[in-house]
């Protein structure tokens, strides 16, 4: 017993909070690495993540495409449809303050889930898991979904892939210098809007890629990314706006301590991360993992 | 032409007083509910479309003033929804206000209209507060409420051998009061409660707490919630194995909506309350199909109730000769309600319109021949028994 909870009962608290907090870190992600390269604050981010997953729906409904081509088909969609965005409309905002990115995609986000809204209802549609990964494990404290176990395998290596292209990379490399100093790189004869592009699409990719993921464990709703995307935002803040792999650790990190105040004082879970957020803006402002104090 | 003239100047003068009967000379309904979040597929723009199949119904006038339906979202917001009500009231000459989906808001815009001296009609909303500690003379509750979900629901499984429960509740007015209704009606037939768990609204993952109504080991587990928050209740509970492991799940309010957004695959099985299943009767069946029409999906209790509503509304005015609020109220009280949604409805004096309940059954995918035809009926509860004794009620309105 750990303050009247049974051990068993905490670890497999402790396992489900890590698996919500998969998705709080492939989210983060994708908003460190677009906060971080091109200066936006996305806040369609939670829409993007809706659209994966409404993609993964309809390419099963109509075009019987299975899950795992999903996991790949949809982040590409949603993709192409940042990368178009970015290019036709958020590109013109990139010298004005960042306050304007931020309202676009707030409107924008409005938008795409006022009409998915319209179509599709709010209750949404069910998805089911694929069949391999039906059924669960017992673990002998908890009975693990499998499918809920490959979630976090999968954000796992997608989070480490994303901070070694970006950190550890020559494209990376590009990157990173493009948003330090855009005329200089440009000079040396590297297309910079065309990465920074790339940059938004993979952002909205990302955030595809775990609407696709979230697909089977959450009902597929127009609302689905509304009651995530403030999380994600707070998650962002403590892990240090922009930093990649304070985006992963804190994701992951939060989602654990949300499983325990679920556990300890229920009603208070859903604020929880933010009373964090406030405490490290106090101590840390730069966030946990901020580089510049 | 001057007799032209005199004779339309005292046909003016005879149709004035009829038409003065009726304040500003129209009747305006609002219907105000969440139209964006959570409910918006258990009431939301259904409910709206349902009032305002009831007003063409009723012929687009009444004591030959012409009927407006007006709308707006108030975001489960009892303060936005607060204040929508006092624009409309104030400025918009809107007559009454209905629907009023979510405990909070109807609770607060039932009391602000005892002030304003307007009439609201609950449709959407589930606490029996309503008509309860916080009954109100002008107030009124058509569809369900929280005591019949208990009866229903938690009477069919405790009957099946389900005595100890442990609640996923919804951590505001319409979960507390699901809660305790259902939780003292168990108790009431023997069974006991073990505990109860408060999760905030609208969020996506319930597994910490299904886990922790699982280690309960209760032999029901009484979801004490709404809307999305009960479809992802359902749908994580078969994922961690809960109702394979022998546990049974008590979704206390669930309607056509949620099953048809979760699908008969994850509700088979499930047992439910409503006050109205649209494949029932002919009638029920004759406004569904209409309703389909205009709307692409079948109603729930919440869109015939609303239904059901506007037209009472209408008819007591019809009535009472006058659009006044005391002498419409008065005829609300007094005027049984039958119609297709309720057979011999009455209004008692807290304010509740007491009609039958159903306990309903999802079908296995299987046995489902005609799209949204999800459920069987088990049983017909009369609603002498599933809503509350109005001299039990605590309304003060009750004792005089």
């Known amino acids: 017993m750990i303050f009247g909870v049974p051990v068993q009962a905490l670890m497999g608290q402790l396992l489900v909070g890590l698996i919500n907090g998969s998705f709080y870190a492939l989210l983060s992600l994708g908003l460190a690495v677009i906060f971080g390269l091109l200066r936006v604050i996305n806040f369609a981010h939670g829409a993007q993540y809706m659209l994966g997953a409404f993609v993964a729906l309809l390419l099963l409904t109509v075009g019987g495409v299975n899950y795992w081509f999903a996991l790949i088909l949809a982040p590409l969609f949603v993709g192409l449809f940042g990368a178009i965005v970015e290019r036709t409309m958020l590109s013109r905002l990139y010298k004005l303050d960042h306050l304007y990115g931020l309202l676009f995609t707030f409107g924008l986000a409005l938008a795409i889930e006022g009409t998915f809204r319209y179509f599709f209802g709010a209750s949404g549609k069910p998805y089911a898991a694929p069949a391999q ?47 330090e100093n855009p005329v200089l790189v440009q000079s040396f004869g590297i297309n910079v809007p065309l990465l920074l592009t790339l940059t938004y699409a993979l ?81 840390r402002p730069a966030g946990l993992f901020g580089k510049d104090a | 032409m001057r007799k032209l003239l005199l004779s339309s100047v005292s046909l003016g003068l005879l149709a004035a007083p009829a038409l003065a009967e009726i304040s500003d000379g129209k009747v305006r309904i609002g219907i105000l509910n969440d139209q964006s979040g959570v ?74 209209s005892v002030d304003a001296k307007k009439i609201t009609m609950t449709t959407g909303a589930a606490t029996t507060e309503l008509t309860g500690a916080q009954c109100s003379p002008y107030g009124f509750h058509w569809a369900y409420d929280t005591h ?34 259902t939780g003292e009606f168990v108790k009431s037939q023997g069974g006991e409660v073990l505990g109860a768990v408060r999760h905030p609204l609208a969020i996506t993952d319930y597994s910490s707490f299904l886990l922790q109504a699982q280690a309960s080991g209760a032999k029901v587990i009484g979801l004490a919630n709404a809307g999305a928050d009960t479809q992802n209740s359902i749908k994580q509970a078969a994922e961690f194995g809960i109702t394979a492991g022998g546990q049974r799940l008590a979704a206390l309010l669930f309607t056509l909506a949620e ?88 209004v008692a004096p807290n304010g509740r319109m007491i009609s039958d309940v159903y306990l309903l059954e999802v079908k296995a995918p299987g046995d489902i021949t005609e799209e949204w035809d999800y459920f069987n009926v088990l049983a017909t509860i009369p609603g002498d028994e599933a809503y509350m004794d109005p001299a039990e009620s605590g309304c003060p309105l009750v004792q005089g």
């Open chain 1, 203 to 283: 952002g909205a990719g990302l955030a595809a890629f775990a609407g696709v993921l979230a697909a089977p464990v959450y009902q597929v709703s127009p609302l689905m990314g509304t009651n995530l995307i403030i999380i994600v935002f707070a998650v962002v803040v403590v892990g240090g706006m922009g930093s990649i792999l304070g985006a992963i650790v804190t994701g992951y990190m939060l989602g654990v301590v949300e499983g325990l105040t679920k556990v300890f004082y229920p009603e208070a879970s859903n604020i929880v991360i933010f009373v964090i957020m406030a405490i490290v803006l106090i101590l």
């Open chain 1, 133 to 179: 990964l039906t059924g669960a494990v017992n673990l002998g404290f908890m009975f693990l979904p499998i499918y809920r176990g490959w979630v976090v395998i999968a954000s796992l290596i997608v989070c480490f892939a994303v901070w070694f292209m970006i950190e550890k990379t020559r494209l990376g490399a590009y990157l990173r210098a493009a948003t």
């Open chain 2, 148 to 181: 019949a979900l208990a009866v229903g629901t938690g009477g069919a499984l405790v009957k099946e051998g389900g005595d100890s429960w442990y609640f996923l509740t919804a951590d505001y007015a319409f979960g507390y009061s699901l809660e305790e209704n």
């Open chain 2, 259 to 346: 099953v048809h957004g979760i699908g008969a695959d994850s509700a088979q099985g499930l047992t439910l309350t409503e006050s109205f299943y649209w494949n029932r009767t002919p009638e029920s069946r004759e406004f569904a199909e209409r309703f389909k029409e205009r709307t692409g999906a079948m109603p729930n209790m919440v869109h015939a109730g609303t239904y059901s509503a506007v037209t009472s509304y209408l008819k007591a005015i019809e009535a009472a000769g006058t659009d006044e609020t005391e002498a419409v109220a008065a005829k609300l009280h007094e005027m049984p309600v039958e119609d297709f949604f309720a057979e011999s409805g009455k």
């Open chain 2, 39 to 112: 409910y918006a597929d258990f009431g939301g723009k259904f409910s709206y479309e349902a009032a305002r199949m009831a007003v063409e119904d009723f012929g687009g006038t009444v004591l030959d003033a012409p009927i407006e339906v007006v709308t707006a979202d108030h975001q489960n917001k009892p303060d936005i929804a607060s204040n929508i009500a006092r624009q409309w009231y104030d400025t918009e000459q809107v007559d009454t206000i209905m629907e009023l989906t979510t405990s909070s808001v109807a609770l607060a815009v039932q009391a602000l």
